[in-house]
């Protein structure tokens, strides 16, 4: 069975930082993109960053460059969301995503993505 479990969201100030992490498990981490989604409140889910081992691959929203950086550890099967810079739009629901790597597809499209998690809420205060 496929998992996927967030953890690492909270309440943070304008500026701060936090470490999402996203631990896989049913599935061989190199074997799929992983990748981060957020949803705020009225808003439709947005992609936010993507990351294959095995492809060397990562991508970002625009909104995010320069501040967020995406990793991962294979020997843990866990992907990591490194926000720094925080900003109050950056307040969301933050959802891991995964699906199998290969073949050309839109990432920051979250109907590409076979798996989901549960969601972890991230608020940053002005």
């Known amino acids: 069975e496929v998992q996927l479990v967030e953890s690492g969201g909270g309440l943070v100030q304008a500026g701060g930082s936090l470490r999402l992490s996203c631990a896989a498990s049913g599935f061989t981490f190199g074997d799929y993109i992983m990748c981060w989604f957020r949803q705020a409140p009225g808003k439709e889910r947005e992609g936010v960053s993507c990351y294959s081992s095995s492809y060397s691959y990562t991508s970002y929203a625009d909104s995010v460059k320069g501040r967020f950086t995406i990793s991962g550890d294979a020997a843990k099967n866990t992907v990591y969301l490194q926000m720094n810079s925080l900003k109050p739009e950056d307040t969301a629901v933050y959802y891991c995503?995964?699906?199998?790597?290969?073949?050309?597809?839109?990432?920051?499209?979250?109907?590409?993505?076979?798996?989901w998690g549960q969601g972890t809420q991230v608020t940053v205060s002005s």
């Open positions: 995503a995964a699906r199998p790597a290969g073949g050309a597809f839109y990432w920051d499209q979250s109907t590409e993505y076979d798996y």
